[in-house]
């Protein structure tokens, strides 16, 4: 799986490379924006525990459904 990636990876044009690399760095910031709510008790957020870990948890999926619609796209665009 590691080596087509990799060869899908090389026939994309100099756009479709960047906007990969866009898509994988805001997938890991809303994944680690969504771990900091949850996990870093002195955040500075004036919200109750409950309302933290249901932020944090909402971005958490909303990242990884970005990436997973992502890869969809460029998967149907491939075939």
Do not use: C, H
Not at 13 to 39: H, M
Request: net charge positive.
């Amino acid at each position: 799986m590691l080596s087509r990636f990799i060869e899908n990876f090389k026939k994309k044009s100099l756009k479709e490379r960047f906007l990969l690399v866009i898509g994988i760095l805001f997938f890991l910031i809303y994944l680690t924006i969504g771990l900091f709510i949850i996990f870093w008790e002195k955040l500075p957020l004036n919200m109750p525990s409950n309302y933290r870990t249901a932020l944090g948890v909402i971005l958490i999926v909303y990242a990884f459904l970005r990436f997973l619609r992502f890869f969809n796209t460029d998967k149907i665009q491939n075939d």
